[in-house]
């Protein structure tokens, strides 16, 4: 099972908004709404911003969603602030052979 | 308050073997399926296995199939992970991670980590 893609990199301006994807297969992302998204800062433990594609859990900012499209899913982050500064990994379920998938990773930088 | 704490981690030579550890509290811990997930030293996190709530089921990552095994007390809130036949590919911070339950199939809460070196 390979790692989902995502793009190394993703910036934007504090106020803008910024989508990053995770594209996978018809056997994992393509096939269960079930892609979670985890913001992790330098040091830190990560952190779970969406879950089953788009459900924010409490407490987790508005400012972020997420959304599926055939084999690619996104997280959007509009009015983009400072702290959203941090790495961002999708994860999918892929099957009861490989119950678990992460994207390649995508380090955000706020300009 | 969820926490979970892992500990272990140490330096090891390869070919070695080592038993990672992960103490809960703040939920019923026998109520929810539990992770073992790693991020080598620079890089992305790896799904590395999974246990279900009462042990029945176990599933592992290609990468440590055959190699590490995964297993639970629940009268203990703990979480473990048998590490054999250690690779210096294996080096990363090995975090505890509860599943979220109800069907989603994400990780909702993560311990600190605990750092597993390989190295001779």
């Known amino acids: 099972q390979s790692a989902l893609t995502q793009p190394a990199s993703v910036s934007g301006s504090p106020g803008q908004s910024i989508t990053i994807s995770c594209t996978g297969t018809?056997?994992?992302?393509?096939?269960?709404?079930?892609v979670s998204w985890y913001q992790q800062h330098p040091v830190k433990a990560p952190k779970l911003m969406i879950y089953e594609v788009s459900k924010r859990p409490s407490g987790v900012s508005n400012r972020f969603s997420g959304s599926k499209s055939g084999n690619t899913a996104s997280l959007t982050i509009s009015g983009l602030q400072a702290e959203d500064e941090a790495d961002y990994y999708c994860c999918s379920y892929a099957g009861s052979s490989t119950p678990r998938v992460f994207g390649t990773g995508t380090k955000v930088t706020v300009l | 308050e969820v926490q979970l704490v892992e500990s272990g981690g140490v330096v090891v030579q390869p070919g070695g073997s080592l038993r990672l550890s992960c103490a809960a509290s703040?939920?019923?811990?026998?109520?929810?399926?539990m992770h073992w997930v790693r991020q080598a030293p620079g890089k992305g996190l790896e799904w590395v296995s999974l246990i279900s709530w009462d042990g029945g089921s176990t599933y592992y990552a290609d990468s440590v199939k055959g190699r590490f095994t995964i297993s639970r007390d629940n009268s203990k809130n703990s979480l473990y992970l048998q590490m054999n036949s250690l690779r210096t590919e294996d080096t990363a911070l090995y975090y505890c991670a509860k599943d979220k339950g109800s069907g989603s199939y994400a990780f909702d809460y993560w311990g600190q980590g605990t750092l597993v070196t390989v190295s001779s």
């Open positions: 703040g939920f019923t811990f026998d109520d929810y399926t």
């Open positions: 018809s056997s994992d992302v393509g096939s269960y709404n079930l």
